[in-house]
């Protein structure tokens, strides 16, 4: 296969797993979060607020994170937000959370492993040619699979040892990979010069970027706002264990990671456009469905997972067209469309937590969500046919739009 004679591999590699462990971090909160609500006697809206707050934070740090790729490139970016990440938990475990506002202050650090991501993509995308983007980065983007981690060990480490030591416990395979990172990862030679804060500027001035702002604010924002939040919707909603749905979320989880790569190939096969209006389409539908209140958890299971595997696709497709279009600013790209997924997800998060407060539900969230999915389905529409006749035509990529 071309792909795999093509880029560096090792980059390719730790760029993965850099983020998987990253992302394991960032939603910590959440599979911890009915053991946490439970000794610091927290409401729905509280908890909402505090699994999503690291989302929020995650949203604007990687502009930060953006601009020190540009700086001082992406290997080192990630170098000094692995040691913030590393240093945040280890100081959360040794003097202990004991208040909401602690939580949201450790929630606010956890943010530097969500602007992983604005590291991650672009060290692995320097290194690929445009008819392997999708593939590239879909590879490099399923780090998100890392969520799996949390929900799947977290709540039985904290039941184990308690929720506080798990904190302690997530720095050690974050020092591991931080040091095969340092071993592994290799800027690319092709590194365009670095972009100024005006650049940035510059960039938000095109509508194109503002498109794929919203476009990954509803693909990723859903995904990571469930992720975080499916743990205490299916403790809430069908009374499971903290365990119990956990090993649910990890389902959901797992699935939308790993057709992240898929949906990056299914948008170099058949054009980004096409695959990401299916997947807007389909998570509109199952997020409705979802809305409904279903009897029983495992129909919520099966339609949750089928959420967030439109979802998971959404995102290597949004992925496989944003180097087309922005190829020189990929590292600011990356740190903005990744800050508008981060704010959808804190979106969906805490407003599912404000619906089951207020509504004693969570479908109102649920379909409001739905609604902005096909809102997103319908400008991709409204754009599509001037992006595959302008920067996305035959002439001018050899990628499929």
């Not at 184990?160 to 720095?171: D, T």
């Not at 092709?190 to 509508?207: G, I, M, Q, R, T």
Request: charged share 10%; aromatic share 14%.
């Amino acid at each position: 296969m071309s792909f795999w004679k093509a880029g560096h591999k090792p980059t390719l590699f730790s760029a993965f797993l850099y983020f998987d462990l990253s992302f394991m971090v960032w939603v910590l909160l959440g599979p911890l979060a009915v053991q946490i609500a439970f000794d610091l006697n927290l409401t729905s809206a509280e908890k909402g607020l505090m699994v999503a707050t690291p989302v929020l934070s995650g949203a604007f740090l990687r502009i930060l994170m953006g601009i020190l790729v540009e700086q001082f490139k992406p290997k080192m970016a990630g170098v000094i937000g692995q040691i913030i990440v590393i240093v945040s938990l280890f100081v959360a475990w040794f003097f202990g959370v004991h208040s909401f506002q602690q939580a949201l202050i450790l929630g606010g650090m956890l943010g530097f492993a969500g602007a992983s991501f604005a590291v991650s993509l672009p060290l692995a995308s320097r290194w690929y040619p445009p008819e392997h983007q999708g593939t590239a980065l879909g590879i490099a983007g399923a780090g998100n699979s890392g969520t799996v981690f949390a929900a799947l060990f977290a709540p039985s480490l904290a039941v184990a040892y308690g929720w506080n030591n798990v904190l302690g416990l997530a720095v050690l395979p974050l020092v591991v990979v931080l040091i095969i990172y340092l071993i592994l990862a290799k800027d690319s030679p092709d590194n365009p010069p670095a972009k100024s804060f005006a650049d940035y500027v510059e960039v938000l001035k095109d509508k194109d970027s503002w498109w794929f702002m919203f476009f990954y604010c509803v693909t990723f924002g859903g995904f990571v706002g469930m992720a975080s939040s499916l743990t205490i919707y299916f403790n809430d909603q069908y009374a499971l264990s903290a365990i119990h749905a956990g090993y649910f979320t990890a389902a959901c989880v797992f699935a939308g990671s790993l057709v992240r790569p898929i949906g990056g190939f299914f948008s170099d096969r058949f054009g980004g456009i096409k695959t990401l209006s299916w997947m807007y389409a389909i998570a509109a539908t199952f997020l409705a469905i979802l809305s409904l209140n279903l009897n029983h958890q495992v129909a919520a299971l099966i339609v949750a997972m089928v959420t967030m595997i439109a979802l998971g696709m959404g995102n290597g497709a949004v992925f496989q067209l944003v180097p087309q279009r922005f190829r020189k600013e990929i590292g600011i790209m990356t740190g903005i469309v990744g800050m508008a997924g981060g704010v959808g997800g804190f979106y969906l998060a805490s407003s599912l937590g404000f619906s089951k407060q207020i509504t004693g539900s969570y479908s109102l969230g649920l379909i409001v969500f739905s609604l902005l999915a096909l809102v997103a389905l319908v400008g991709l529409t409204i754009i599509k046919n001037r992006w595959r006749t302008t920067w996305g035509s035959a002439t001018v990529t050899t990628a499929k739009i």
